[in-house]
């Protein structure tokens, strides 16, 4: 197992390294220094090359990626260029909220795929509803699924706030409230994604032995599908959860527009705007590692559960 | 070729045709100019304007027409990138496999991966904000799902009898790559073109409403929900009208990717 980790983990640095040099080369080489950006059209060559030489830009691309690197791997991402303020403490402050969608958003959509799904009553009609909802899910756009529930349960029946946003200490109610829509909103995605997997898995395990053993014994059909199968058919399902969460990111960007919720979606979004650099990169970094580190978690969860690939690993 | 339609198949063809049919006719369609704003600004629904007007006295229902044609135009020339980029890449790990196939799935397994809406706002903010960069951009981004498909039917193919008598024929690879894999592989390439349209119309959309995708005065339907969403409680057709309209044409295209995928 350990040599397992650490082969993969040998896999993952390079690619890290990689992805974050073409991130860094794009950003800093395509969009014109920041100086000229940050002075404007009128500013003479000296001042913009002053400006440069103040910030690092007059350095050799490699070194300068060096200096950015080894700066982000203690936490260190400088200052904002628009704000003033260190990245890292605007990071620190946007990315438990994205964090904390994002698991809302996984989470129902991996007990609602496993609980509807594996529903014995009325199936007929419970398949119907579930692949409607699926495709609503792979073609409705977030922004506009978001809206169109804000309308439905804010403007019209106003049961929920519109957008903004209501940190945990304001109230764990409030924080909740402000919570289900966009939480819904990027849910529907996943939840039909998932449907699929375990359904697939499902009638897979329907067919074994067991299930019919529990059959025979005289055991409800709810039962058995709650009890048997469905513990039987849920670890696709988690390989496949911890492969969406990075995918998951881009749909958190849009849904906390949406809302005008402060996550990192926001962040980047005004960053880019701004072509504010340093935020830009720092948030690319972070998510160019969460997504490394969750596949690889996925991938060893999956090795764990497997015993057939541990072996062979 | 005496297969039989699948209803799915039907609905997805006769909403091609509606929508092509809009974004082909869009001048003789739609009543008003889709940019030219008046002093009518967010007039209610009516049998002058079936959406009303928005902030700017435009007609919603004339520029959601004509944001058809920047849609389709984006989608079908994103899908056409991915497939020129994704397709031989695909072929060539899938058929020489050995140490081209194991770097090449390393690097599609990276950009799979990677989200592509922030991949797509990264690269469209390198790039400048451009009908033509988005459809560049959001070609690469999507490039990777199509290299893995047809590396996996191309394995499949591979090993079919009619691959293995060609190569004792004393066929060369060239030959066999020509008459025999691309022709089999042709069908899932075609259904993954519609679910690429699909899929680069959805994030086209959503990187407009972001407000870095599609830059004005241009119709876009992106763009339209964006400026609508703020006018929501009083005027919800602004923001709702577009934002159909994306859904249904996402659909559209999936819906006859899938179909021709379960065809089989």
Redesign the interface.
């Known amino acids: 197992m350990l040599a397992l980790i650490a082969s993969r983990i040998a ?1 993952m640095i390079p ?1 890290v390294i990689i ?1 974050t040099f073409l ?1 860094f080369a ?2 800093t080489q ?2 014109g220094t920041p100086a000229a950006i940050m002075l404007g059209e009128d500013a003479s060559p000296e001042t913009v090359a002053e400006l440069n030489a103040q910030l690092g830009f007059d350095a050799p691309l490699l070194v300068r990626y060096w200096d950015w690197i080894s700066g982000a791997l203690s936490g260190e991402f400088g200052r904002s260029y628009s704000t003033q303020q260190p990245v890292s403490e605007m990071i620190a402050d946007a990315l438990p909220l994205t964090l904390e969608l994002a698991v809302w958003a996984i989470l129902i959509a991996f007990i609602g795929a496993a609980l509807v799904n594996s529903v014995t009553f009325l199936k007929s009609l419970v398949e119907k509803l579930v692949a409607g909802v699926s ?1 609503i899910g ?7 699924l978001g ?2 529930l ?2 439905i349960f804010s ?1 019209q029946f106003r049961l929920l706030p519109t957008t903004g946003w209501s940190d945990w200490s304001d109230g764990v109610g409030k924080h909740l409230m402000h919570m289900i829509l966009p939480a819904l909103t990027l849910t529907t995605f996943y939840f039909s994604s998932f449907s699929l997997v375990y359904k697939a898995e499902y009638k897979s395990v329907e067919n074994n032995l067991f299930v019919r053993a529990a059959r025979s014994k005289g055991l409800s059909e709810s039962r058995i599908s709650y009890r048997h199968i469905l513990p039987n058919s849920i670890l696709p399902l988690i390989t496949y959860a911890g ?1 969406s969460l ?6 958190a ?2 849904t906390e ?2 809302f005008s919720m402060p996550g990192m979606g926001r962040l ?2 005004n960053a ?2 701004a072509r504010d650099f340093p935020v ?1 990169l720092a948030v ?1 970094m972070v ?2 590692v969460g ?2 580190l969750l ?1 690889l978690l996925a991938d060893l969860a999956y090795s764990l559960i497997n015993p057939m690939v541990r072996t062979a690993g | 070729m005496t297969k039989k339609l699948s209803f799915r198949m039907i609905l997805g063809l006769v909403l091609l045709v509606i929508i092509t049919a809009a974004a082909l006719f869009a001048p003789w369609i739609a009543p008003f100019s889709p940019t030219q704003t008046t002093t009518a600004v967010l007039a209610e629904p009516s049998l002058e304007h079936f959406l009303g007007t928005d902030q700017l006295g435009r007609d919603v229902f004339s520029r959601i027409i004509w944001g058809t044609r920047v849609s389709l135009q984006v989608g079908a020339a994103a899908a056409v990138v991915a497939v020129l980029i994704g397709a031989p890449i695909g072929l060539i790990a899938g058929f020489f496999r050995g140490r081209i196939d194991f770097f090449l799935v390393q690097v599609i397994d990276i950009f799979i991966a990677l989200p592509g809406l922030v991949l797509a706002l990264i690269i469209t903010a390198m790039l400048g904000p451009s009908v033509v960069n988005l459809s560049i951009t959001l070609g690469v981004v999507t490039a990777p799902t199509v290299a893995r498909l047809v590396r996996g039917q191309v394995f499949v193919v591979r090993e079919t009898l009619f691959v293995e008598a060609a190569r004792a024929t004393g066929a060369s690879s060239s030959w066999i790559i020509r008459k025999h894999i691309m022709p089999n592989t042709m069908r899932v390439v075609w259904a993954q073109f519609a679910i690429n349209v699909s899929l680069a119309i959805f994030t086209s959309a959503s990187l407009s409403y972001l407000g870095l995708g599609v830059p004005p005065p241009n119709p876009d339907w992106g763009g339209m929900v964006r400026d609508g969403s703020m006018f929501l409680p009083i005027r919800p057709v602004l923001s709702l009208a577009p934002g159909f309209a994306v859904a249904l044409t996402v659909f559209t295209f999936y819906l006859i990717g899938s179909s021709m995928n379960d065809a089989d």
Request: zero cysteines; glycine letters at 10%; aromatic letters at 10%.
């Open positions: 896999v690619n992805l991130l794009a950003t395509f969009l495709v792979i073609t409705v756009p977030n922004f506009f809206l169109l804000i309308y403007v492969l990075g995918q998951l990111v881009g749909g960007v849009v527009t949406v980047l979004v880019i705007s830009m690319g998510i160019i997504v490394m596949n």
